[in-house]
């Protein structure tokens, strides 16, 4: 189910505020060969050791590699199909390309520009520390899921401490393969952005201390980098 709303993603942008008497037309794949070439540069550098995520429909998992010291990743031999290929560089997430892969494709190379991610990143994580706190917690701990309510696995959450200038994380961790997060924390308040290729990062400001709740329950909305938060806690 992931990975099908992945796959719609591009669509769905294509869609999203436009007026009704503008023609929204269908995006169509891009042809490509077997084995696809991407080039990720954020602010006119190549980005070196950015994850590239390729993932097609339905509920096969996404294949992943890394850009080399040139910004250039290439992925194994994939199958026929079209895919949503995601790159990502820390909490900054961008560059949605839709690939129709096959054998017959030509070889090229397909560029994403995480810059204006990068932007936008960086406001929000300024934004972030004038949000109120959302949970107060004895631990840091809890689930994160999809608009359907599956578990999002391999998610990357990262945690600064609220107030800070530079912020600097001091935490990083992934969900596991049932969707649950945890962290050590002493008692503070920080935020957590929780953030996967095709999902829209969520900021969760929180505290740590005596007589908090157990568990964080966040939700990932499709989508692109966002500034808004949507959480329960239990």
């Not at 995006?27 to 097609?56: E, I, M, T, W, Y």
């Not at 509920?59 to 194994?76: H, Q, R, Y």
């Not at 990062?201 to 005596?210: D, K, N």
């Amino acid at each position: 189910m992931r990975k099908a709303l992945i796959v719609g993603l591009l669509l769905m942008l294509a869609a999203t505020a436009c007026a009704s008497s503008v023609e929204v037309k269908a995006l169509k794949p891009q042809a490509s060969s077997r084995h696809v070439r991407v080039s990720v540069v954020l602010n006119g550098h190549p980005a070196v050791g950015a994850s590239v995520d390729f993932c097609a429909a339905g509920d096969k998992p996404c294949l992943s590699t890394f850009t080399s010291k040139n910004g250039v990743a290439v992925s194994p031999e994939l199958p026929d199909g079209d895919y949503t290929v995601t790159a990502s560089l820390d909490d900054v997430i961008g560059g949605d390309l839709l690939l129709h892969v096959s054998r017959k494709g030509k070889t090229r190379v397909f560029a994403i520009d995480l810059s204006e991610s990068f932007r936008a990143a960086q406001v929000y994580r300024a934004a972030a520390n004038n949000l109120p706190s959302r949970a107060t917690l004895r631990f840091f701990q809890g689930i994160l899921r999809d608009p359907t309510g599956a578990t999002i696995p391999g998610a990357g959450v990262k945690i600064v401490p609220k107030g800070s200038a530079d912020h600097a994380i001091i935490q990083r961790v992934k969900t596991d393969q049932a969707g649950h997060f945890s962290a050590t924390l002493i008692v503070g308040a920080y935020v957590a952005f929780f953030s996967a290729p095709g999902f829209r990062t969520e900021i969760v400001p929180f505290e740590i201390a005596e007589g908090g709740s157990n568990e964080l329950q966040v939700k990932l909305q499709v989508g692109q980098t966002s500034e808004s938060t949507k959480v329960a806690v239990k």
